[in-house]
């Protein structure tokens, strides 16, 4: 069966940064990716990655987030810099299978905090 696991989550100080990784396994994903929801607010996009490479970016996330896969380790990587307090959420990892199949992740929290 699919599993995704997240890790890497954690409290970091304004500015700080983190890197989050994924592991999915139990099928061939064409899309890798993270999500975040803080409590309230409605689920969004933070960055994808295609098998080929391509990367998709929130406006938010742009120049301050990388997102990189390693396709034979089946790990999805989220490196975050300058990191702010509105970054605060509870990150999910998101694949998509060949077969258009989507899954999730339990998610991890990270939370930007002085």
């Known amino acids: 069966q699919v599993q995704l696991v997240e890790s890497g989550g954690g409290l970091v100080q304004p500015g700080g940064s983190l890197r989050l ?25 933070v960055a994808t990655i295609t098998t ?11 120049g301050r987030f990388t997102i990189s896969r390693d396709n034979a380790k089946k790990t999805v990587y989220l490196q975050m810099t300058s990191l702010k307090p509105e970054d605060t959420s509870v990150y999910f990892c998101y694949a998509s299978s060949l077969l258009r199949t989507n899954y999730w992740g339990q998610g991890t929290q990270v939370t930007v905090s002085s």
Do not use: H
């Not at 990784?21 to 996009?45: D, N, V």
């Open 52 to 62: 080929a490479g391509s990367t998709n970016y929130a406006d938010s996330a742009k």
């Open 21 to 45: 990784s994924c592991a999915a396994s139990g099928s061939i994903f064409s899309t890798l990716g993270w999500y975040r929801q803080a409590p309230g607010k409605q689920r969004e996009m």
